[in-house]
Nanobody
Framework: QVQLVESGGGLVQPGGSLRLSCTAS????????MGWYRQAPGQQRELVAA???????YYADSVKGRFTISRDNTKNTVYLQMNSLKPEDTAVYYC????????????WGQGTQVTVSS
């Protein structure tokens, strides 16, 4: 089992920045993919960004050039730096961990609210 604990959400004005953190504990050696999904009210959960143990990264088109995913393997922590935030980025952001694919999630974090509003 892997446990994921997130932090860093909040309220920010359009154009502002936030950094989300997600720390994994437990059987972390089984995990090859980590990243973030988000879910806005009334919408399906969507993949935002992901990274692999080998250093590959994926970004949704809607966040390319604004969001950056990074990992600190010494701390088993993945970060999502979000810049130039827009109101449409408002959602609950969920950290995930997966053994095989970013589309086959094995573990979820509890979620953290990000609200972009003036």
């Amino acid at each position: 089992q892997v446990q994921l604990v997130e932090s860093g959400g909040g309220l920010v004005q359009p154009g502002g920045s936030l950094r989300l953190s997600c720390t994994a504990s437990g059987s972390t050696l089984t995990v090859s993919h980590m990243g973030w999904y988000r879910q806005a009210p009334g919408q399906q959960r969507e993949l935002v960004a992901a990274g692999t143990n080998g250093g590959s990264t994926y970004y949704a088109d809607s966040v390319k050039g604004r969001f950056t995913i990074s990992r600190d393997n010494t701390k088993n922590t993945v970060y999502l730096q979000m810049n130039s935030l827009k109101p449409e980025d408002t959602a609950v952001y969920y950290c995930f961990a997966a053994r095989w694919s970013r589309f086959q999630v094995d573990y979820w974090g509890q979620g953290t609210q990000v609200t972009v509003s003036s």
